[in-house]
């Protein structure tokens, strides 16, 4: 890559080309020499109350008073016009011409008159201004400039009365320079603003591209802060000097309208960055509606209001200023200022703050200062350069999120249907298990019938085929139940059906070992439904009896499982509204770290112990009776064993989407 670049740009012209680019960035009057009004030339001033005074009306006052006034000519947004009264002593000129530069460029009227100092001679008189008709100076440039010839020898100089008049703000910096320096001045000014425009240009067109791509609100406002390089460019007399035809009064209203479009701007563009919007809505609304009500005050320009319309929106403006400073000092502190929300606010912020101060000096509130403007300018630039790139990377960074948000979508949907479709398979599966799991267990219920009953090794092996086919059998029922549990729509057929006799029905379907038994109490009391017919009449309730005795049976093999022995205690109670079945083993309890998620799907107490079944069963019977509008709790959980409690309504209610 050096070689690369060594060959493209030899090393002296890469020098030369750096030491261009640092001069570009060196204050442009870092090589001029010019005398300034106030700096150089004390000056006396009176303002014009009627209106109309003459020269000679002004002369009479002005010369008899000292020029005492030594700051830049500043009167903030008036309609009187102003007299000043000055000398050019003759060694300023040192026997050779000089030239008077006028500045800025949205005065509207300026008349100049000079006179060798102590004569009687008619006064030459120089006329200029944004809404002067003839000529603007005695050389094209983009400023007036006035060719001033050395005094005679025998005076001491010139004396200068000046009228100066606007629409807009009145601020006069007059300057008298050397021919030779200010030629020199004027290539590089020119180069200078002639490279920040092309900047600015770019970075407008990169935003102006970038929002149309991206379709995105805050790079839409940073295009409109844009219309501050309009300002720029007015202020620097490019668009008289470009269209010197109708430049001057197309710059004339430009101006005016820019001032105001560049404050709603950056106003729009604040808030915007910012995101307003989604943190402080109240925010939002008030700096929106404030950069609505400037652009609106435009109308004031072609009725001659716009000095009331740039008083009002300074006001507007200062305390919108505050307010986004307070707002910015909120979302910082609350997002515990994170470096991009820095970057973002700060540039805006300070660009906000340059800004109204230079409206402040503009006003007169504040003394002119030139570096204020200087500033602004810089920061134009900076601001949208730095903006759109902080903005784009977080479009960018929003724009990635979007996309592994819709792919985690599309996996999650993957994943959706890849599980119907293992519910549906496991569906299948154990519905075709059924037929040979029922020849199976009449098959062996045919050998217990045939085989010699003293056998007592014959018969434990029967008992253990029948063991395993009954776990095959619950399995197989646990899968249906999920499947149908699963379905988009579940119908629950209820029928009338005594609770005492479910319970007896749903545990004598698990094969217990030698090393356990089970007990019916209801209300505590020991019962058994066979035997008290009474009681199974009483404990009738609606439900869907397949599904309820595939609900209890799995709690119960669980109880069987998951104990080393003992009794196993199932008590039915009746309890205002709803029934109550408890069932209490004698194992050691659940991990409490498994305890929370054992109703889940394929999620078991001891993960690691897959023999004692899948993880589908605790989750299948909650689903049963949720569905019936009740539920399955784990209400005890202790090293001496666990207790669950299913709860049915007395009253049947809509069946509930498991």
């Not at 109350?49 to 008899?64: E, F, I, K, V």
């Not at 659940?590 to 023999?611: C, N, T, W």
Request: charged share 15%; proline share 5%; net charge positive.
């Amino acid at each position: 890559m050096t070689n690369l670049f060594t060959k493209l740009l030899p090393p002296r012209q890469a020098i030369r080309w750096l030491l261009l680019a640092l001069t570009l960035l060196l204050p442009i009057n870092a090589f001029a020499s010019p005398l300034a009004l106030g700096k150089d030339i004390p000056y006396a001033v009176m303002p014009d109350n009627s209106l109309q005074q003459t020269l000679g009306q002004a002369y009479a006052q002005l010369s008899h008073r000292e020029e005492t006034h030594t700051a830049i000519f500043s009167r903030g947004y008036t309609h009187i016009p102003h007299w000043l009264h000055f000398k050019l002593p003759a060694h300023f000129f040192a026997g050779n011409e000089r030239w008077l530069v006028l500045a800025p460029n949205f005065i509207d009227d300026i008349r100049f008159f000079y006179r060798p100092e102590g004569s009687q001679e008619p006064w030459v008189e120089k006329r200029t201004g944004d809404t002067w008709e003839g000529k603007r100076g005695d050389i094209d440039y983009r400023f007036p400039v006035f060719r001033l010839p050395p005094p005679p020898d025998s005076v001491k100089g010139y004396e200068v009365m000046l009228r100066a008049a606007t629409t807009s703000a009145l601020l006069l910096d007059l300057e008298l320079w050397e021919p030779h320096l200010f030629l020199q001045h004027a290539a590089r000014t020119t180069s200078f603003w002639a490279f920040y425009l092309g900047i600015a240009a770019i970075a407008s067109l990169l935003a102006l591209t970038l929002a149309a791509l991206l379709r995105s609100k805050r790079l839409w406002s940073i295009t409109a802060v844009s219309s501050g390089y309009g300002l720029v460019a007015c202020v620097q007399g490019y668009v008289a000097w470009v269209v010197p035809s109708i430049g001057l009064t197309l710059q004339h209203y430009l101006t005016s309208i820019f001032t105001l479009t560049s404050y709603a701007a950056l106003l729009w563009m604040s808030t915007e960055v910012m995101q307003f919007k989604e943190k402080i809505p109240w925010a939002h609304k008030l700096m929106a509606g404030t950069a609505l009500f400037t652009l609106l005050l435009i109308i004031c320009v072609p009725l001659n209001l716009y000095q009331e319309a740039i008083y009002l929106q300074a006001i507007i403006y200062l305390f919108t200023g505050i307010i986004f400073l307070i707002a910015c000092l909120y979302i910082w502190w609350k997002e515990k200022f994170q470096l991009a929300n820095l970057i973002l606010g700060i540039s805006p912020l300070l660009l906000m703050l340059v800004s109204l101060s230079g409206l402040m000096s503009m006003l007169h509130w504040l003394p002119y200062h030139s570096s204020i403007y200087v500033i602004w300018q810089y920061g134009l630039i900076i601001n949208m350069l730095l903006v759109v790139g902080t903005v784009v990377f977080q479009v960018y960074r929003q724009r990635i999120e979007a996309l592994n948000k819709k792919k985690m979508a599309e996996e999650l949907h993957f994943e959706r249907e890849a599980r119907a479709h293992q519910r549906q398979f496991m569906g299948i599966v154990a519905h075709e298990f059924r037929t040979p799991l029922a020849i199976i267990t009449a098959s062996l219920a045919n050998l217990r019938q045939v085989s010699s009953g003293n056998n007592h090794q014959v018969t434990r092996r029967y008992e253990k085929i029948e063991r395993a086919t009954e776990r095959l059998v619950q399995l197989t029922d646990n899968c249906l139940a999920d499947a149908r549990l699963s379905a988009s729509q579940l119908s629950i057929e209820r029928h009338p059906h005594s609770l005492l006799a479910l319970i007896t029905s749903a545990a004598s379907l698990i094969p217990l070992s030698d090393h356990h038994s089970w007990k019916l109490t209801q209300e505590k009391q020991a019962i058994n439904a066979y035997t008290h017919p009474e009681a199974e009449t009483a404990s009738t309730l609606a439900i869907d009896s397949a599904l309820m005795r595939i609900a209890l049976s799995n709690v119960i093999d669980n109880a069987v499982k998951y104990s080393p022995g003992g009794t196993i205690h199932i008590d039915l109670s009746r309890q205002q509204d709803h029934w109550a079945i408890s069932i209490r083993d004698q194992g050691t309890g659940i991990p409490p770290d498994r305890a929370g998620m054992i109703f889940e799907r394929y999620r078991r107490a001891v993960p690691s112990d897959s023999s004692r079944g899948v993880g589908l069963g605790l989750h299948v019977s909650r689903q049963i009776v949720r569905a019936h509008g009740g539920e399955l709790t784990l209400a005890e959980n202790t090293s001496s064993g666990c207790r669950f409690i299913f709860t049915l309504p007395v009253q049947p209610k809509n069946s509930q989407e498991a």
